[in-house]
Each structure stands twice: as C-alpha cells, then as structure tokens.
C-alpha cells in the first residue's frame, strides 16, 4: 500500500490520480450540460485547497467560464476550528451572475454556509456548489451541493490541493489519515 509521511502523521493512498481524472470528467459533463442555456456564469475557486481542482476541472469544462478566487479558512492540524475568515481578492461585480462555487472539500458544511450568507451574492442570479469530496456524515449546514465529485467517510485527506498544515498539497492522489 503506498503511504506518505508529513510531518508527524502517516497517511495511506485513498483515491488515485486516475479515480480523481475519471470523476473529474465526469463532473466537467454536468456542468457542461447544467450551464448550456445560461449566460454570464462565473466561476469562484476556494483558496486555497480548490486551487489544483479548479485549475484541472474549468479546464474539462468545454464552456469559457471565467475563473475568480476566494480565500477561506477554518482549520488548524487536522481539525475544523469552527471560525471561518474570508479574503476575497478582485471579484467582479457578480449581480445577474450564474456563479459556480468550486470547492476541494465539504465537511461541517459551515464554510460554505458563511461564504454564501455574504452580502456580496445578495444580487446574483444563480449560485450552485461543486465539490469533489464531502464528507455527509459531518453535515451540519442546510447546504445543496448540485455537484459532487465523491462522497468519502469522515477520515481526514490530504494531497491534491488538499493539506495537512499546508503540507501535502502537491500529492497527486488522495491519501487518508492512518488510524
Ligand atoms: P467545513 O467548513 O467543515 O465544511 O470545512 C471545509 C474546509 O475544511 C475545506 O475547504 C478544507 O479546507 C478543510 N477540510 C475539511 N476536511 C478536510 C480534510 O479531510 N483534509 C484537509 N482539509 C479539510
Ligand atoms: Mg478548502
């Protein structure tokens, strides 16, 4: 079984660089399909685990759907502290927007659920969630996810944008926490 060690943790080989492409694809299809008829739809990628997600998935996706960034966070060590800060850098005025929210993971669901109470949606036109992982068991916003990559159990994952302290990142398959 392959395993990486970061820092003082050993964590196992979850979902492979393939698993991740085909459920990529597949997403890029539904999204595809779902904006065909809308306009002015506007991507927000959520910095920083959604950075290497984002980048591959817009790049399936066959629409030209501009790419913004929003930096949230929550988490310290492998556990969500419950406060979420948000650092949006050079959003465009979104009023009228279809906007598509990516996302590496949902957990509590509680970041999703501050970012989309912000004012600055107040005025859009539509406003859907895509992730490629959630955790449902950890579930604890009202949230309707339109898009998801994969329902995982509640074990913590790092690689493919997603880390551990900041490590991790680069993995290009998905490995779970050893117990
Ligand atoms: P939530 O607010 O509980 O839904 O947490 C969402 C955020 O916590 C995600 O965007 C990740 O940044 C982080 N997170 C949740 N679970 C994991 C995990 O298993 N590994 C790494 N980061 C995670
Ligand atoms: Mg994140």
């Known amino acids: 079984m392959k395993s990486v ?45 959604g ?12 629409a030209d ?4 960034f929003i930096q949230l966070s929550s988490y ?22 279809n906007i598509l929210i990516i996302e590496d993971i949902i957990e509590t669901g509680l970041s999703m659920d501050t970012l989309l109470k912000q004012p600055l949606f107040n005025e859009v036109a539509s406003i859907e969630l895509c992730t490629l992982l959630l955790k449902p068991t950890e579930l604890k916003a009202q ?15 790092v690689g493919y944008g997603l880390d551990y302290n900041e490590y991790g990142r680069h993995l290009p398959d998905i490995y779970h926490l050893r117990m």
Do not use: C, H, W
């Open 5 to 49: 060690n970061i820092q003082n943790l050993t964590f196992d080989l979850y979902m492979d660089a393939a698993e991740i492409a085909s459920i990529n694809q597949s997403l890029a299809q539904k999204i595809d399909d779902y904006y065909a008829d809308k306009e002015d739809v506007i991507a927000i990628i959520i910095l920083k685990g």
């Open 65 to 68: 759907i501009p790419a913004y």
């Open 76 to 97: 310290v060590d492998t556990k969500s502290t419950g406060e979420v800060a948000i650092n949006q850098v050079n959003l465009p005025d979104l009023t009228n927007k």
């Open 51 to 62: 950075y290497i997600f984002g980048a591959d998935l817009l790049r399936l996706v066959e």
């Open 143 to 157: 949230l309707t996810v339109k898009f998801i990559g994969k329902s995982i159990p509640s074990d913590f994952v």
